[in-house]
């Protein structure tokens, strides 16, 4: 029988008191609001901690999705079924809407929160490849105040962020860019499963028609959510083609770490990164244009 460890519970009324409580716990205390993630793993004994502290009471205060003409703000209380139905921020980020219908299930979905699937840091995590792909920033607050950190200073390897013991995720930001799109791609061996591999995509063209800028996301292939800068690099000044596409593939491929597991070779997983490259960036640039 899967049990956790005797722990004590608290219910956090505010984003202020929650940071309260953790400062007064210490780092035996974790934050909870799906709890998809941390719960399993305290049943399987991977994870003990002496408090949890529910801060699904912070919904009305960390729950919201803001579009602005320059910026997209996010809550980490954004539940996944909030992201998924809203039509604004599908407008602006269609990558999003692409993830979230490939995300576990429903039951998931109506509880999980952005905040919790970041903070998990899974190398597997959909969201967090979203949100690479996206140059997406994380705003954190602790006792010593607020601080913003990218995602590539956020995820400091396999389950490990840039948050520590005292502070909490508030939201993300992401900044929006004219002409551009995005998409999401994923594998996976059943509806709902984590990924064998999955890629995101965003591009922005000129007004030429040329990329002006281009970002790859990858998810399952190495320790972490994986972004290729070299991908960036190689597209920048390109006119969208099959070709140019195949050569984002190959670069995709080329720059993962995957590892043979119960979901497939590595060998397999490293095709599979370079030919949903291919297939998110065809889309993000078709959205574009259409």
């Not at 602005?68 to 809203?86: C, D, K, N, P, Y």
């Not at 919790?116 to 690479?132: F, I, K, N, R």
């Not at 061996?189 to 970002?215: H, M, Q």
Request: aromatic letters at 4%; charged letters at 25%; one cysteine or more.
């Amino acid at each position: 029988m899967q049990v956790p460890g005797p722990f004590e519970y608290e219910r956090a009324s505010s984003v202020d008191h929650a940071i309260q409580l953790m400062d007064r716990l210490g780092g035996t205390a974790r934050l909870v609001a799906g709890g998809h993630s941390l719960l399993p793993m305290m049943k399987l004994r991977l994870a003990n901690f002496d408090y949890l502290i529910d801060i699904n009471e912070l919904h009305d205060e960390l729950g919201y999705i803001t579009v602005g003409t320059g910026e997209v703000r996010i809550g980490a209380l954004t539940r996944h079924r909030e992201l998924l139905e809203s039509d604004a921020l599908a407008a602006v980020f269609p990558i999003f809407r692409d993830a979230e219908r490939v995300i576990a299930d429903p039951v998931v979905r109506n509880r999980g929160t952005l905040g919790g699937s970041l903070c998990q840091a899974d190398p597997s995590e959909d969201l967090s490849a979203v949100c690479t792909t996206l140059a997406a920033s994380c705003v954190i607050r602790g006792p010593a105040g607020t601080r913003t950190v990218d995602m590539h200073e956020f995820h400091r390897g396999p389950y490990e962020t840039a948050v520590a013991d005292g502070e909490m995720l508030l939201e993300i930001v992401i900044p929006v860019r004219p002409r551009g799109g995005s998409a999401y791609a994923k594998v996976e061996r059943r509806a709902g499963d984590w990924a064998v591999t999955s890629a995101g995509a965003a591009v922005w063209l000129a007004e030429d028609g040329t990329i002006a800028d281009a970002r790859v996301g990858l998810a399952a292939v190495g320790p972490n959510t994986t972004g290729i800068p070299a991908i960036s690099a190689a597209l920048r000044g390109r006119e969208p083609s099959e070709a140019v596409y195949a050569e984002a593939a190959a670069l995709a491929a080329e720059n993962c770490e995957p590892v043979t597991d119960q979901r497939g070779s590595a060998d397999y997983k490293r095709h599979l990164a370079g030919e949903l490259t291919r297939r998110t960036l065809r889309t993000s640039v078709e959205r574009i244009r259409g």
